[in-house]
């Protein structure tokens, strides 16, 4: 990201040391410490957060693609229909056939 060598770390140290002082020195590099652990770690979650996001908007439009390219549901329902014609021509049948094996009444 950034391109800084020993040599300016170094410089920065030094000026720190100048300008802070050695006795507050060490709590201001925990301080400074303590806020860039916790950039990273927002900057990490803001990062989980998109990719997450990025990936249910994929999942959305690949499921999107397979609905329009996999005519799976319209074979189900044609399957139901087909069964549902069969069903009910199964018991008109069975109605027509029971109906004329009903007792008859004969008189003697």
């Not at 030094?14 to 806020?35: I, N």
């Not at 990719?51 to 397979?66: S, T």
């Not at 799976?72 to 087909?82: F, G």
Request: charge should be neutral; hydrophobic fraction near 45%.
């Amino acid at each position: 990201m950034f391109d800084v060598g020993i040599l300016e770390l170094f410089v920065v140290a030094v000026v720190a040391l100048l300008v802070v002082g050695p006795e507050r020195l060490p709590k201001l590099a925990r301080t400074a410490g303590m806020w860039l652990g916790r950039g990273r770690r927002f900057i990490s979650s803001v990062k989980d957060d998109i990719d997450r996001e990025m990936k249910a908007d994929e999942l959305r439009q690949i499921i999107a693609k397979q609905k329009q390219s996999n005519p799976l549901h319209e074979v189900v329902e044609d399957t139901k229909q087909a069964f549902g014609q069969i069903k009910s021509e199964t018991e008109s049948a069975v109605d027509a056939a029971a109906k004329p094996s009903a007792p008859r009444d004969k008189h003697e």
